[in-house]
């Protein structure tokens, strides 16, 4: 079940209702073939209402190894707050919260006692373009998360699967359970798009993603057999009733606002 070929259906047509749903309502029976389970991660946040996920990753660095726990808690449409915790270094707390409403964007760091608040981003227009190639068309998130980060990546996997996985060699290689869920674990070979350092060919990325959801639930690289970044979610609950207070948020007092 290996493929090179490059898969372009990140951007998914919208109904003409405007109503979004997903493609696929289940896998089907067995291991499906990499397409499927692309076409399948690619609709991961539309199968749930509210979604609290708990991810940890650690990750070799020149000060050796580092570990993030990170904290999302998601209803659709446009609220979202994820809370980023490193490891305490000299007693200080280094924590960042980024939250949203769908239409404001808040960002407070701890460590600095910095705050921003700024209006959501306009997204680039014509990225739908009917005649635009399907590679250069773009995922239209239900819920806007932080870009570049580990959620984005794992609600919203089709531009990772599109951009990166699909650039290398991929096989769905088993099924396994990963905290308690069930995942279909697909091994990708020598992604192209990364950064330099991983521009090599023993470079290899395994993902695990929840049969349910779609959701990535495992994430692995590694360069010549050892293991450089492990995420893994240790606490995933989709539509989980969510407090009242969940996306309430004030600037501590002190806070320096950059704008």
């Given at each position: 079940?290996?493929?090179?070929r490059?898969?372009?259906?990140?951007?998914?047509?919208?109904p003409?209702?405007?109503?979004r749903?997903p493609?696929s309502a289940?896998l089907?029976?067995g291991?499906?073939s990499v397409a499927q389970?692309f076409?399948?991660?690619?609709?991961?946040?539309?199968r749930f209402?509210a979604?609290r996920?708990?991810?940890?990753?650690?990750a070799?660095t020149?000060r050796g190894?580092?570990t993030?726990v990170?904290?999302v808690?998601?209803r659709h449409?446009?609220?979202?707050k994820?809370?980023?915790?490193?490891e305490?270094?000299?007693g200080?707390?280094?924590?960042?919260?980024w939250?949203?409403d769908?239409?404001?964007?808040?960002t407070?760091?701890?460590?600095?006692?910095?705050?921003?608040?700024r209006?959501?981003?306009n997204?680039?227009?014509?990225?739908?373009?009917?005649?635009?190639?399907?590679?250069?068309?773009?995922?239209?998130?239900?819920?806007p998360?932080?870009?570049e980060?580990?959620?984005?990546?794992?609600?919203h996997p089709?531009?990772?699967?599109?951009n990166?996985?699909?650039?290398?060699?991929c096989?769905v290689?088993?099924a396994?359970?990963?905290?308690g869920?069930?995942?279909?674990?697909l091994?990708c070979?020598?992604?192209?798009?990364?950064?330099?350092v991983?521009?090599?060919?023993?470079?290899r990325?395994?993902?695990?993603?929840d049969r349910?959801?779609?959701v990535i639930?495992?994430?692995?690289e590694s360069i010549?057999?050892s293991?450089t970044r492990h995420?893994?979610v240790?606490?995933i609950?989709?539509?989980?009733?969510?407090?009242?207070?969940?996306f309430q948020f004030?600037?501590?007092?002190?806070?320096?606002?950059l704008y």
């Open positions: 079940m290996a493929t090179t490059a898969w372009d259906r990140a951007a998914a047509p919208v003409a209702d405007g109503r749903r493609e289940a089907p029976p291991l499906p389970l076409d399948f991660m690619r609709d991961a946040e539309l209402a979604l996920l708990r991810v940890e990753e650690r070799n020149a190894e580092e993030v990170t904290e808690v998601l449409p446009g609220h979202a994820v809370t980023t915790t490193r305490a270094h000299r200080k707390a280094d924590y960042e919260i939250i949203s769908g239409d404001l964007v808040r407070y760091a701890a460590a600095h006692q910095l705050g921003t608040q209006p959501v981003r997204r680039p227009r014509g990225l739908h373009d009917r005649d635009l190639p399907a590679s250069s068309r773009v995922y239209e998130p239900l819920t998360l932080p870009m980060t580990l959620p984005e990546t794992f609600v089709a531009g990772y699967c599109q990166v996985l699909a650039t290398g060699r096989t290689i088993g396994e359970v990963v905290g869920r069930e995942a279909i674990v091994q070979d020598h992604p192209r798009t990364t950064e330099m991983g521009d090599r060919p023993d470079f990325i395994v993902i695990a993603a349910e959801t779609g639930l495992r994430l692995v010549g057999g293991t995420a893994l240790t606490e609950a989709p539509d989980a009733p969510l407090a009242p207070s969940a004030v600037f501590p007092t002190g806070t320096t606002m």
